[in-house]
Protein backbone atom coordinates (compact mmCIF):
# COMPACT_ATOMS: atom_id res chain seq x y z
CA UNK A 1 0.00 0.00 0.00
CA UNK A 2 2.39 2.56 0.93
CA UNK A 3 5.60 1.31 -1.89
CA UNK A 4 3.45 0.93 -4.54
CA UNK A 5 2.11 4.13 -6.30
CA UNK A 6 -0.18 5.69 -8.85
CA UNK A 7 1.29 5.45 -12.43
CA UNK A 8 2.45 9.09 -13.10
CA UNK A 9 1.92 10.23 -9.87
CA UNK A 10 3.43 13.62 -8.77
CA UNK A 11 3.11 12.90 -4.97
CA UNK A 12 3.00 9.70 -3.14
CA UNK A 13 1.07 10.21 0.21
CA UNK A 14 1.36 6.93 0.89
CA UNK A 15 5.44 7.10 0.14
CA UNK A 16 5.96 9.98 1.89
CA UNK A 17 4.62 8.34 4.95
CA UNK A 18 6.76 5.38 4.50
CA UNK A 19 9.76 7.66 4.74
CA UNK A 20 8.84 9.90 7.30
CA UNK A 21 8.12 6.39 9.64
CA UNK A 22 11.50 5.59 8.17
CA UNK A 23 13.29 9.14 9.47
CA UNK A 24 11.22 8.69 12.66
CA UNK A 25 13.54 4.90 13.25
CA UNK A 26 16.10 6.48 12.22
CA UNK A 27 15.80 9.36 15.25
CA UNK A 28 15.32 6.78 17.56
CA UNK A 29 18.18 4.57 16.60
CA UNK A 30 20.37 7.79 17.19
CA UNK A 31 19.10 8.78 20.58
CA UNK A 32 19.22 5.09 21.48
CA UNK A 33 23.15 5.55 20.43
CA UNK A 34 23.54 8.73 22.27
CA UNK A 35 22.11 7.61 25.27
CA UNK A 36 24.36 4.62 25.26
CA UNK A 37 27.24 6.71 24.56
CA UNK A 38 26.61 9.47 26.54
CA UNK A 39 25.39 7.80 29.74
CA UNK A 40 25.29 4.09 29.66
CA UNK A 41 28.71 2.80 28.64
CA UNK A 42 29.96 6.50 29.56
CA UNK A 43 32.51 5.12 32.57
CA UNK A 44 34.23 2.74 29.92
CA UNK A 45 35.06 5.59 26.94
CA UNK A 46 36.15 7.82 29.57
CA UNK A 47 38.17 5.96 31.12
CA UNK A 48 39.50 4.67 26.79
CA UNK A 49 40.25 8.93 26.13
CA UNK A 50 42.26 9.31 29.62
CA UNK A 51 44.58 6.20 28.67
CA UNK A 52 45.18 8.27 25.14
CA UNK A 53 45.48 11.52 27.11
CA UNK A 54 46.53 11.78 30.38
CA UNK A 55 50.07 11.35 31.41
CA UNK A 56 51.81 10.97 34.46
CA UNK A 57 54.37 13.34 36.39
CA UNK A 58 56.25 14.03 39.47
CA UNK A 59 55.96 16.78 41.73
CA UNK A 60 59.15 17.99 42.81
CA UNK A 61 59.25 19.01 47.02
CA UNK A 62 60.43 21.62 47.54
CA UNK A 63 63.76 21.42 49.41
CA UNK A 64 64.37 22.55 52.62
CA UNK A 65 66.07 25.41 54.05
CA UNK A 66 69.47 25.43 55.97
CA UNK A 67 70.00 27.59 59.23
CA UNK A 68 72.41 28.21 61.56
CA UNK A 69 71.95 27.98 65.10
CA UNK A 70 70.29 31.30 65.45
CA UNK A 71 67.68 30.37 62.53
CA UNK A 72 69.67 32.36 59.94
CA UNK A 73 69.32 31.15 56.49
CA UNK A 74 71.95 29.93 54.90
CA UNK A 75 70.64 28.17 51.67
CA UNK A 76 67.70 28.30 50.10
CA UNK A 77 65.75 27.73 47.02
CA UNK A 78 64.05 30.42 44.80
CA UNK A 79 61.42 29.99 42.10
CA UNK A 80 62.18 31.16 39.10
CA UNK A 81 60.19 31.80 35.67
CA UNK A 82 61.61 31.56 32.22
CA UNK A 83 59.84 32.13 28.70
CA UNK A 84 59.92 29.41 26.24
CA UNK A 85 59.17 29.94 22.64
CA UNK A 86 59.83 26.73 20.59
CA UNK A 87 61.34 27.75 17.34
CA UNK A 88 58.38 26.07 15.07
CA UNK A 89 55.80 28.62 16.66
CA UNK A 90 58.44 30.96 15.14
CA UNK A 91 57.21 30.48 11.38
CA UNK A 92 53.78 31.65 12.21
CA UNK A 93 54.33 36.18 11.85
CA UNK A 94 52.37 36.66 14.65
CA UNK A 95 54.03 34.73 17.11
CA UNK A 96 57.08 36.45 15.70
CA UNK A 97 55.86 39.72 16.00
CA UNK A 98 54.53 39.10 19.53
CA UNK A 99 58.12 37.84 20.50
CA UNK A 100 60.21 40.70 19.15
CA UNK A 101 58.08 43.04 21.18
CA UNK A 102 58.27 41.50 23.88
CA UNK A 103 61.81 41.21 23.64
CA UNK A 104 62.08 45.25 23.18
CA UNK A 105 59.43 45.72 26.08
CA UNK A 106 61.83 43.99 28.49
CA UNK A 107 64.98 45.56 27.30
CA UNK A 108 63.98 48.93 27.64
CA UNK A 109 62.40 48.63 30.36
CA UNK A 110 65.25 47.06 32.15
CA UNK A 111 63.19 43.82 33.57
CA UNK A 112 65.63 41.65 31.66
CA UNK A 113 69.65 41.56 31.08
CA UNK A 114 70.89 40.28 27.87
CA UNK A 115 72.47 37.69 29.88
CA UNK A 116 69.19 35.57 30.31
CA UNK A 117 68.05 35.66 26.57
CA UNK A 118 69.09 31.62 25.35
CA UNK A 119 68.74 30.69 22.34
CA UNK A 120 69.47 26.65 21.53
CA UNK A 121 68.44 24.29 18.54
CA UNK A 122 65.09 24.38 19.41
CA UNK A 123 63.71 27.26 21.33
CA UNK A 124 64.33 30.78 22.20
CA UNK A 125 64.19 31.52 25.90
CA UNK A 126 64.34 34.64 28.55
CA UNK A 127 65.16 33.46 31.96
CA UNK A 128 64.95 34.65 35.39
CA UNK A 129 61.56 36.67 34.83
CA UNK A 130 60.29 39.17 37.90
CA UNK A 131 56.47 39.14 38.44
CA UNK A 132 57.05 42.75 36.13
CA UNK A 133 58.14 40.62 33.45
CA UNK A 134 55.61 37.84 33.49
CA UNK A 135 52.74 40.64 33.80
CA UNK A 136 54.59 42.22 30.26
CA UNK A 137 54.69 38.65 28.46
CA UNK A 138 51.23 38.08 29.53
CA UNK A 139 49.45 40.91 28.17
CA UNK A 140 51.73 40.97 24.84
CA UNK A 141 51.50 37.10 24.55
CA UNK A 142 48.05 36.99 25.54
CA UNK A 143 46.31 33.18 25.34
CA UNK A 144 48.70 32.17 22.79
CA UNK A 145 50.22 28.66 23.62
CA UNK A 146 53.04 29.21 21.71
CA UNK A 147 54.43 31.31 24.80
CA UNK A 148 55.03 28.74 27.73
CA UNK A 149 56.26 30.77 31.38
CA UNK A 150 57.80 27.86 32.98
CA UNK A 151 58.82 27.50 36.42
CA UNK A 152 62.55 26.43 37.56
CA UNK A 153 64.09 26.45 40.81
CA UNK A 154 67.41 27.38 41.40
CA UNK A 155 69.62 26.74 44.81
CA UNK A 156 71.04 29.71 46.59
CA UNK A 157 72.69 30.67 49.93
CA UNK A 158 74.25 33.27 51.50
CA UNK A 159 77.25 35.27 49.26
CA UNK A 160 80.35 34.27 51.01
CA UNK A 161 82.92 31.73 50.32
CA UNK A 162 83.34 30.28 53.91
CA UNK A 163 79.26 29.93 54.19
CA UNK A 164 79.30 28.26 50.67
CA UNK A 165 82.02 25.91 51.12
CA UNK A 166 80.57 24.74 54.30
CA UNK A 167 76.97 24.39 52.50
CA UNK A 168 78.41 22.46 49.30
CA UNK A 169 76.62 22.52 46.22
CA UNK A 170 73.70 20.93 44.52
CA UNK A 171 73.42 19.41 41.03
CA UNK A 172 69.73 18.39 39.34
CA UNK A 173 69.60 14.51 38.58
CA UNK A 174 66.52 13.61 36.56
CA UNK A 175 64.16 16.83 37.52
CA UNK A 176 65.65 16.27 41.12
CA UNK A 177 67.59 18.59 43.44
CA UNK A 178 70.39 16.35 44.83
CA UNK A 179 73.21 17.51 47.43
CA UNK A 180 76.66 16.67 45.97
CA UNK A 181 79.02 18.15 48.45
CA UNK A 182 79.13 19.96 52.12
CA UNK A 183 75.75 20.18 54.32
CA UNK A 184 73.86 19.93 51.39
CA UNK A 185 75.07 16.51 50.57
CA UNK A 186 75.43 15.13 54.55
CA UNK A 187 71.62 16.44 54.92
CA UNK A 188 70.50 15.22 51.66
CA UNK A 189 67.38 13.05 52.32
CA UNK A 190 66.03 15.40 55.23
CA UNK A 191 66.17 17.93 52.28
CA UNK A 192 64.84 16.33 50.03
CA UNK A 193 61.57 15.57 50.88
CA UNK A 194 59.51 12.37 49.23
CA UNK A 195 58.03 13.25 45.55
CA UNK A 196 54.79 12.80 44.68
CA UNK A 197 53.30 12.35 41.68
CA UNK A 198 50.75 14.48 39.06
CA UNK A 199 48.57 13.59 36.01
CA UNK A 200 47.82 15.96 33.36
CA UNK A 201 45.81 15.97 29.86
CA UNK A 202 47.93 16.26 26.64
CA UNK A 203 46.42 17.44 23.53
CA UNK A 204 46.54 15.76 20.10
CA UNK A 205 49.84 17.97 19.73
CA UNK A 206 51.71 16.88 23.19
CA UNK A 207 50.76 20.38 24.36
CA UNK A 208 49.08 19.91 28.16
CA UNK A 209 45.33 21.22 28.46
CA UNK A 210 44.53 23.77 30.74
CA UNK A 211 42.08 22.72 33.90
CA UNK A 212 42.87 19.20 33.26
CA UNK A 213 45.94 18.79 36.22
CA UNK A 214 45.39 16.72 38.87
CA UNK A 215 47.44 15.69 41.94
CA UNK A 216 47.28 11.89 42.63
CA UNK A 217 49.78 11.27 45.44
CA UNK A 218 50.70 14.63 47.41
CA UNK A 219 54.55 15.04 48.09
CA UNK A 220 55.93 15.84 51.27
CA UNK A 221 58.31 19.12 51.55
CA UNK A 222 61.52 18.61 52.84
CA UNK A 223 62.30 19.32 55.93
CA UNK A 224 64.40 22.87 56.93
CA UNK A 225 68.51 21.52 58.68
CA UNK A 226 69.19 23.70 61.60
CA UNK A 227 73.40 23.56 61.97
CA UNK A 228 75.10 23.69 65.15
CA UNK A 229 77.01 26.72 64.19
CA UNK A 230 76.20 30.55 64.29
CA UNK A 231 77.12 31.96 61.16
CA UNK A 232 79.42 34.28 62.62
CA UNK A 233 81.34 31.41 63.75
CA UNK A 234 81.51 29.64 60.43
CA UNK A 235 82.94 32.91 59.32
CA UNK A 236 85.58 33.23 61.71
CA UNK A 237 85.80 29.23 62.02
CA UNK A 238 87.50 29.30 58.42
CA UNK A 239 89.69 32.07 59.09
CA UNK A 240 91.21 31.14 62.13
CA UNK A 241 91.48 27.61 60.31
CA UNK A 242 93.08 29.44 56.97
CA UNK A 243 95.63 31.20 59.76
CA UNK B 1 -1.27 18.92 17.15
CA UNK B 2 -1.21 17.08 13.80
CA UNK B 3 -5.13 18.20 12.67
CA UNK B 4 -3.90 21.70 13.77
CA UNK B 5 -1.15 21.88 11.50
CA UNK B 6 -3.23 20.47 7.97
CA UNK B 7 -5.70 23.38 8.99
CA UNK B 8 -3.54 26.24 9.68
CA UNK B 9 -2.78 29.14 7.50
CA UNK B 10 0.24 30.53 6.57
CA UNK B 11 0.94 32.67 9.37
CA UNK B 12 1.09 29.58 11.36
CA UNK B 13 3.50 27.65 9.39
CA UNK B 14 5.74 30.81 8.87
CA UNK B 15 6.19 31.35 12.92
CA UNK B 16 6.25 27.25 13.69
CA UNK B 17 9.21 26.39 10.99
CA UNK B 18 10.72 29.75 11.52
CA UNK B 19 11.27 29.57 15.37
CA UNK B 20 12.21 26.19 15.62
CA UNK B 21 14.56 26.38 12.70
CA UNK B 22 15.74 29.86 14.37
CA UNK B 23 16.48 28.59 18.05
CA UNK B 24 18.05 26.04 16.58
CA UNK B 25 20.34 28.50 14.92
CA UNK B 26 20.90 30.20 18.28
CA UNK B 27 21.53 26.77 19.73
CA UNK B 28 24.61 26.39 16.93
CA UNK B 29 25.57 30.04 17.73
CA UNK B 30 26.04 28.83 21.27
CA UNK B 31 27.77 25.53 19.75
CA UNK B 32 30.25 27.18 18.21
CA UNK B 33 30.88 29.38 20.84
CA UNK B 34 32.11 26.65 22.72
CA UNK B 35 33.71 24.70 19.89
CA UNK B 36 36.43 27.47 19.31
CA UNK B 37 36.47 28.89 22.86
CA UNK B 38 40.13 26.87 23.52
CA UNK B 39 40.96 28.53 19.70
CA UNK B 40 44.23 31.41 19.15
CA UNK B 41 41.14 33.45 17.99
CA UNK B 42 38.26 35.03 20.53
CA UNK B 43 35.47 32.38 20.47
CA UNK B 44 33.08 35.99 19.65
CA UNK B 45 34.78 35.67 16.23
CA UNK B 46 33.13 32.66 15.37
CA UNK B 47 29.99 32.78 17.07
CA UNK B 48 29.24 36.22 16.39
CA UNK B 49 29.53 36.09 12.65
CA UNK B 50 27.73 32.70 12.74
CA UNK B 51 24.45 35.02 14.42
CA UNK B 52 25.07 37.65 12.03
CA UNK B 53 24.62 34.55 9.24
CA UNK B 54 21.74 33.73 11.48
CA UNK B 55 19.80 36.95 11.32
CA UNK B 56 20.67 37.26 7.72
CA UNK B 57 19.38 34.23 6.89
CA UNK B 58 15.79 34.79 8.57
CA UNK B 59 15.48 37.47 6.89
CA UNK B 60 15.79 35.62 3.62
CA UNK B 61 13.57 33.37 5.41
CA UNK B 62 11.03 35.64 5.66
CA UNK B 63 11.03 36.93 1.66
CA UNK B 64 11.45 33.73 0.33
CA UNK B 65 8.19 32.88 1.71
CA UNK B 66 6.76 35.88 0.78
CA UNK B 67 6.97 35.24 -2.70
CA UNK B 68 3.91 33.23 -4.91
CA UNK B 69 5.24 29.57 -5.25
CA UNK B 70 3.66 29.47 -8.79
CA UNK B 71 6.19 32.10 -9.35
CA UNK B 72 8.90 29.52 -8.09
CA UNK B 73 7.28 26.60 -10.18
CA UNK B 74 7.01 28.37 -13.43
CA UNK B 75 10.02 29.77 -13.32
CA UNK B 76 12.33 26.62 -11.87
CA UNK B 77 14.37 26.37 -15.22
CA UNK B 78 15.32 30.10 -15.33
CA UNK B 79 16.13 29.98 -11.34
CA UNK B 80 18.15 26.52 -11.31
CA UNK B 81 20.21 28.07 -14.00
CA UNK B 82 21.17 31.00 -11.88
CA UNK B 83 22.21 28.69 -8.97
CA UNK B 84 23.82 26.20 -11.17
CA UNK B 85 26.12 28.33 -12.78
CA UNK B 86 28.45 29.16 -10.01
CA UNK B 87 28.63 25.56 -9.42
CA UNK B 88 30.73 25.73 -12.53
CA UNK B 89 31.97 29.36 -12.09
CA UNK B 90 33.48 27.84 -8.52
CA UNK B 91 36.01 24.99 -10.05
CA UNK B 92 38.07 27.80 -12.22
CA UNK B 93 37.56 30.92 -9.33
CA UNK B 94 36.96 29.63 -6.02
CA UNK B 95 39.26 28.58 -3.22
CA UNK B 96 41.09 25.48 -2.22
CA UNK B 97 40.16 24.31 1.60
CA UNK B 98 40.80 21.13 3.02
CA UNK B 99 41.67 19.60 -0.29
CA UNK B 100 38.14 20.80 -2.11
CA UNK B 101 37.83 23.56 -4.42
CA UNK B 102 34.22 24.79 -3.68
CA UNK B 103 34.26 28.56 -1.90
CA UNK B 104 34.09 31.87 -3.28
CA UNK B 105 36.51 34.24 -1.15
CA UNK B 106 34.41 37.52 -0.46
CA UNK B 107 37.18 38.86 1.65
CA UNK B 108 35.30 39.53 4.76
CA UNK B 109 33.46 35.91 4.24
CA UNK B 110 33.27 33.17 1.86
CA UNK B 111 30.16 31.26 0.06
CA UNK B 112 29.51 27.64 -1.05
CA UNK B 113 27.31 27.44 -3.73
CA UNK B 114 26.77 23.81 -3.55
CA UNK B 115 25.20 24.82 -0.16
CA UNK B 116 22.92 27.86 -1.10
CA UNK B 117 21.99 25.69 -4.74
CA UNK B 118 19.74 23.12 -2.95
CA UNK B 119 16.44 23.82 -2.81
CA UNK B 120 16.54 25.42 -5.79
CA UNK B 121 17.55 21.85 -7.09
CA UNK B 122 14.80 20.34 -5.54
CA UNK B 123 12.62 23.16 -7.30
CA UNK B 124 13.77 22.35 -10.64
CA UNK B 125 13.47 18.25 -9.90
CA UNK B 126 9.42 19.02 -8.50
CA UNK B 127 9.19 21.26 -11.38
CA UNK B 128 10.28 18.22 -13.99
CA UNK B 129 8.09 15.93 -12.35
CA UNK B 130 4.85 17.62 -12.24
CA UNK B 131 5.61 18.93 -16.29
CA UNK B 132 6.58 15.14 -17.83
CA UNK B 133 5.41 11.71 -17.05
CA UNK B 134 6.92 7.98 -17.94
CA UNK B 135 10.36 7.26 -18.75
CA UNK B 136 11.05 10.78 -20.54
CA UNK B 137 10.33 12.52 -16.87
CA UNK B 138 13.00 9.53 -15.37
CA UNK B 139 15.46 10.93 -17.79
CA UNK B 140 15.13 14.61 -17.13
CA UNK B 141 15.28 14.08 -13.58
CA UNK B 142 18.23 11.90 -13.74
CA UNK B 143 20.26 13.61 -16.25
CA UNK B 144 19.43 16.82 -14.31
CA UNK B 145 20.56 14.82 -11.72
CA UNK B 146 24.38 14.19 -13.01
CA UNK B 147 24.54 17.18 -14.41
CA UNK B 148 24.10 19.06 -11.47
CA UNK B 149 26.17 17.30 -9.18
CA UNK B 150 29.38 16.95 -12.00
CA UNK B 151 30.60 20.02 -10.76
CA UNK B 152 30.97 19.35 -7.01
CA UNK B 153 32.18 15.89 -7.62
CA UNK B 154 34.48 17.76 -9.33
CA UNK B 155 35.39 20.01 -6.25
CA UNK B 156 35.64 16.63 -4.94
CA UNK B 157 32.45 17.17 -2.55
CA UNK B 158 31.37 13.34 -1.81
CA UNK B 159 29.44 14.23 1.31
CA UNK B 160 27.61 17.09 -0.26
CA UNK B 161 26.98 15.17 -3.71
CA UNK B 162 25.85 12.47 -1.06
CA UNK B 163 22.73 14.88 -0.11
CA UNK B 164 22.19 15.84 -3.59
CA UNK B 165 21.36 12.26 -4.46
CA UNK B 166 18.76 11.92 -1.27
CA UNK B 167 17.16 15.07 -2.91
CA UNK B 168 16.98 13.17 -6.33
CA UNK B 169 16.01 9.85 -4.23
CA UNK B 170 12.86 11.99 -2.78
CA UNK B 171 11.69 13.66 -5.54
CA UNK B 172 11.90 10.31 -7.76
CA UNK B 173 10.36 7.83 -4.92
CA UNK B 174 7.70 10.43 -3.92
CA UNK B 175 7.16 10.91 -7.72
CA UNK B 176 5.74 7.56 -7.88
CA UNK B 177 9.15 6.57 -9.63
CA UNK B 178 9.43 2.43 -10.11
CA UNK B 179 10.89 0.26 -7.28
CA UNK B 180 12.39 -1.51 -10.37
CA UNK B 181 14.27 1.30 -11.15
CA UNK B 182 15.31 2.06 -7.79
CA UNK B 183 17.08 -1.69 -7.21
CA UNK B 184 19.16 -1.07 -10.56
CA UNK B 185 20.10 2.47 -8.85
CA UNK B 186 20.85 0.67 -5.72
CA UNK B 187 22.20 -2.01 -7.73
CA UNK B 188 24.79 0.79 -9.51
CA UNK B 189 25.61 2.21 -6.58
CA UNK B 190 26.99 -0.78 -5.08
CA UNK B 191 28.77 -1.84 -7.70
CA UNK B 192 30.15 1.46 -8.36
CA UNK B 193 31.87 1.33 -4.64
CA UNK B 194 32.89 -2.15 -4.71
CA UNK B 195 34.99 -1.08 -8.09
CA UNK B 196 36.13 1.58 -5.75
CA UNK B 197 37.26 -0.40 -2.68
CA UNK B 198 39.08 -2.85 -5.32
CA UNK B 199 41.01 0.21 -7.01
CA UNK B 200 41.54 2.50 -3.94
CA UNK B 201 42.82 0.67 -0.60
CA UNK B 202 42.73 3.10 1.65
CA UNK B 203 38.80 3.20 1.12
CA UNK B 204 38.58 -0.31 2.50
CA UNK B 205 40.64 0.74 5.13
CA UNK B 206 38.31 3.55 6.24
CA UNK B 207 35.41 1.19 6.03
CA UNK B 208 37.44 -1.17 8.29
CA UNK B 209 38.17 2.01 11.01
CA UNK B 210 34.75 2.65 10.77
CA UNK B 211 33.58 -0.75 11.65
CA UNK B 212 36.62 -1.82 13.80
CA UNK B 213 37.48 1.36 15.19
CA UNK B 214 38.63 0.42 18.43
CA UNK B 215 41.14 -2.39 16.51
CA UNK B 216 42.65 0.84 15.26
CA UNK B 217 42.41 3.42 17.59
CA UNK B 218 45.39 5.64 16.34
CA UNK B 219 45.23 4.94 12.77
CA UNK B 220 41.84 4.14 10.96
CA UNK B 221 39.67 4.32 14.03
CA UNK B 222 41.02 7.73 15.16
CA UNK B 223 38.38 9.91 14.24
CA UNK B 224 35.30 7.80 15.12
CA UNK B 225 36.88 7.24 18.56
CA UNK B 226 37.66 11.20 19.05
CA UNK B 227 33.44 11.65 18.65
CA UNK B 228 33.19 8.85 21.36
CA UNK B 229 35.10 10.40 23.43
CA UNK B 230 33.87 13.66 23.50
CA UNK B 231 29.98 12.60 23.50
CA UNK B 232 31.16 10.41 26.71
CA UNK B 233 32.77 13.54 28.11
CA UNK B 234 29.54 15.27 27.68
CA UNK B 235 27.73 12.45 30.07
CA UNK B 236 24.07 13.46 30.83
CA UNK B 237 24.53 16.98 31.35
CA UNK B 238 27.91 17.99 29.39
CA UNK B 239 30.95 19.59 30.27
CA UNK B 240 29.33 23.15 30.22
CA UNK B 241 29.82 25.88 27.50
CA UNK B 242 33.25 26.64 26.76
CA UNK B 243 34.44 24.29 28.88
CA UNK B 244 34.83 20.91 25.90
CA UNK B 245 38.15 19.95 26.55
CA UNK B 246 38.19 17.41 24.24
CA UNK B 247 36.25 19.25 21.49
CA UNK B 248 39.31 22.08 21.76
CA UNK B 249 41.90 20.06 21.64
CA UNK B 250 41.21 16.46 19.61
CA UNK B 251 38.23 16.68 17.76
CA UNK B 252 39.00 17.54 14.28
CA UNK B 253 36.60 20.52 12.93
CA UNK B 254 34.47 20.76 16.18
CA UNK B 255 32.81 23.78 14.77
CA UNK B 256 31.91 22.39 11.32
CA UNK B 257 32.19 18.31 10.34
CA UNK B 258 32.49 17.26 14.40
CA UNK B 259 29.65 19.99 15.55
CA UNK B 260 26.95 17.69 17.27
CA UNK B 261 29.65 15.56 18.93
CA UNK B 262 31.26 19.34 20.01
CA UNK B 263 27.57 20.23 21.24
CA UNK B 264 27.52 16.74 22.91
CA UNK B 265 30.48 17.19 25.31
CA UNK B 266 29.53 21.07 25.77
CA UNK B 267 25.76 19.84 27.07
CA UNK B 268 25.17 16.60 27.39
CA UNK B 269 22.78 14.07 26.46
CA UNK B 270 20.02 16.79 28.29
CA UNK B 271 20.78 19.61 25.59
CA UNK B 272 21.96 17.24 22.51
CA UNK B 273 19.23 15.32 21.91
CA UNK B 274 16.73 17.93 21.81
CA UNK B 275 18.62 18.79 18.50
CA UNK B 276 17.37 15.08 16.76
CA UNK B 277 14.14 16.47 18.34
CA UNK B 278 14.12 19.51 16.91
CA UNK B 279 14.99 18.20 13.30
CA UNK B 280 12.24 15.29 13.57
CA UNK B 281 9.81 18.31 14.72
CA UNK B 282 10.46 20.26 11.83
CA UNK B 283 9.69 16.95 9.76
CA UNK B 284 6.59 16.26 10.84
CA UNK B 285 5.79 19.67 10.14
CA UNK B 286 6.51 19.88 6.79
CA UNK B 287 4.80 16.49 6.26
CA UNK B 288 1.55 17.96 7.82
CA UNK B 289 2.05 20.94 6.11
CA UNK B 290 2.29 18.77 2.58
CA UNK B 291 -1.17 17.14 3.96
CA UNK B 292 -3.41 20.28 2.77
CA UNK B 293 -4.93 21.11 -0.04
CA UNK B 294 -2.45 22.37 -2.59
CA UNK B 295 -1.08 21.13 -5.48
CA UNK B 296 0.65 17.92 -6.30
CA UNK B 297 3.78 19.53 -7.16
CA UNK B 298 4.15 21.85 -3.83
CA UNK B 299 3.46 18.57 -2.08
CA UNK B 300 6.51 16.86 -3.87
CA UNK B 301 8.59 19.73 -3.28
CA UNK B 302 7.80 20.47 0.65
CA UNK B 303 8.42 16.46 1.52
CA UNK B 304 11.46 16.54 -1.31
CA UNK B 305 12.96 19.56 0.30
CA UNK B 306 12.49 19.13 4.10
CA UNK B 307 13.79 15.19 4.12
CA UNK B 308 16.81 16.38 1.80
CA UNK B 309 17.60 18.59 4.84
CA UNK B 310 16.30 16.21 7.41
CA UNK B 311 18.87 13.52 5.66
CA UNK B 312 21.49 16.03 6.14
CA UNK B 313 21.18 16.45 9.41
CA UNK B 314 20.98 12.48 10.35
CA UNK B 315 23.63 11.83 8.26
CA UNK B 316 25.83 14.53 9.77
CA UNK B 317 24.56 13.24 13.28
CA UNK B 318 25.04 9.49 12.23
CA UNK B 319 28.55 10.24 11.27
CA UNK B 320 29.52 11.78 14.87
CA UNK B 321 27.43 8.94 16.98
CA UNK B 322 29.92 6.23 14.84
CA UNK B 323 26.74 4.76 12.95
CA UNK B 324 27.84 5.97 9.41
CA UNK B 325 31.88 6.67 7.98
CA UNK B 326 32.99 9.91 8.76
CA UNK B 327 31.87 12.22 5.41
CA UNK B 328 32.82 15.93 6.06
CA UNK B 329 29.36 17.09 5.94
CA UNK B 330 28.07 19.83 8.34
CA UNK B 331 24.94 19.81 10.35
CA UNK B 332 22.38 22.47 9.23
CA UNK B 333 21.53 25.52 10.63
CA UNK B 334 23.77 24.60 14.15
CA UNK B 335 27.25 23.78 12.41
CA UNK B 336 29.80 26.74 11.46
CA UNK B 337 28.86 28.08 8.09
CA UNK B 338 26.69 30.65 6.66
CA UNK B 339 26.46 29.25 3.56
CA UNK B 340 24.20 26.53 4.87
CA UNK B 341 22.26 28.68 7.40
CA UNK B 342 21.29 30.84 4.01
CA UNK B 343 20.38 27.54 1.94
CA UNK B 344 18.14 25.73 5.36
CA UNK B 345 16.17 29.04 5.86
CA UNK B 346 15.65 29.54 2.03
CA UNK B 347 14.93 26.25 1.64
CA UNK B 348 12.10 26.71 4.97
CA UNK B 349 10.70 29.98 3.70
CA UNK B 350 9.65 28.01 -0.12
CA UNK B 351 8.33 25.19 2.39
CA UNK B 352 6.34 27.62 3.94
CA UNK B 353 5.19 29.49 0.15
CA UNK B 354 4.56 26.62 -1.24
CA UNK B 355 1.90 25.43 1.34
CA UNK B 356 -0.32 28.30 1.07
CA UNK B 357 -3.01 27.20 0.23
CA UNK B 358 -4.36 30.13 -1.36
CA UNK B 359 -2.39 33.63 -1.76
CA UNK B 360 -3.11 37.11 -0.69
CA UNK B 361 -0.79 39.96 -0.58
CA UNK B 362 2.08 38.15 -1.63
CA UNK B 363 4.96 39.00 -4.11
CA UNK B 364 3.70 38.29 -7.36
CA UNK B 365 -0.30 37.04 -6.80
CA UNK B 366 -2.51 37.35 -9.39
Known amino acids: MFVSAKKNSVFSEGRATLLLIGFLAWGAVMSLRLAEIGVFTRDKNIALCEKLARRKGVIQPPRGRILDRNGIVLAWSERRHALIVEKQFLRNPDVSEKLNRILERLTSSGLTAKKDFIEDAGTVQIRNLSAEAMDCIREIAGVSKAFKLTPRIERKSVDYPKVRELIGETRLDNGRMRGISGAEEEWDIELSGVPGEYSVMLDRFGKIIEGTFRVEKGMIPGTDVNLDLALSEIIEFKEDHKQ | ?366
Not at chain 2, 55 to 81: G, Q, R
Not at chain 2, 265 to 271: I, K, R
Open chain 2, 1 to 366: MIDRIKKSDSSTAFSGLGAALFLLGLWGCLSVFSATSGGELSPFYFSGRQFLWLVISTVFFWMSAKINFDIYMSKAPLIAFIFFIPLILVLFMGVEINGMRGWFDFGLFFVQPSEIAKPFFILLLSHLTAKHEGNKRLALIAGTFFIWTLPIIIEPDWGTTAVYFAGFFFVFFLGGGRIFHIFIGFAAILSAFVIAIACKPYIFKRLYGFLEPEKDPLGAGWHIMQFKYAIARGGFSGEGLGKSIWSNSYLPLSYSDSSFAAIAESVGFLGSFPIIVGFIFFLVWSFCLSAKQIPAERKLFIVSAAFMIATQAFMHISVNLGLLPPTGITLPILSYGGSSIMSTMIAAGMIVSASVERGGGRIGLP
